[in-house]
């Protein structure tokens, strides 16, 4: 029988195959032993050594079974701050766009107002190009009467009266300024 056949036997026997290896580890399969020569060097195994063995399983398990309770326990903890993570940007971008829309509200306002203003800019602008005109147009004038009234001031001065003279030179001085 060769050790793949006696794995495979005591397998048939309730035998785990990790520890159908270690028990056959001290057989030699080049002599091709029997079943029975293999069921004596095994035979140690058997008893206390394979119950032993079983129980060492069985505490193995126990942590196996512990520690995958606590892999899920985080895995839960995980994914819950996971899920708060997810939510903190969610509320973090409602929060900004309320923010957003508060100023675009205030800047459609704010633009509102500053295109009355700049209305109001044009007009006075164009106000004031009037005003100038009018105020060149009147100085001319002013200029025109000022003129018109030193020529008519030199015509009344060459008159002979001194004291008409005195009252038009009053009168002319206090006309220029």
């Known amino acids: 029988m060769n050790k793949s056949q006696s794995i495979k036997l005591l397998e048939s026997e309730g035998w785990t195959k990790a520890d159908a290896m270690r028990a056959l ?9 029997d079943e029975i020569t293999i069921r004596r060097a095994i035979s ?7 119950i032993k063995r079983q129980r060492l399983q069985a505490a193995q398990k126990g942590l196996v079974t512990k520690k995958t309770k606590e ?3 985080k895995e839960q903890e995980y994914a819950a701050k996971i899920d708060q993570v997810k939510k903190y940007p969610k509320q973090e971008r409602e929060k900004y766009e309320a923010e957003i829309q508060s100023l675009s509200q205030r800047h459609n306002i704010l633009e509102v107002e500053l295109k009355t203003i700049y209305s109001q800019n044009q007009n006075l602008t164009e106000v004031n190009e009037q005003l100038k005109k009018d105020n060149k147009s009147l100085k001319n004038l002013v200029d025109q009467i000022k003129l018109k009234l030193a020529m008519n001031t030199k015509e009344i001065l060459k ?4 004291e008409i003279r005195k009252a038009v030179i009053t009168f002319f001085k206090w006309t220029l300024g």
Do not use: M, R
């Open 71 to 73: 892999i899920e326990l």
């Open 44 to 50: 140690p195994f058997a008893g206390s050594e394979l």
């Open 25 to 33: 580890e001290v057989i030699d399969f080049s002599t091709n032993p």
């Open 159 to 162: 008159y002979e009266d001194s």
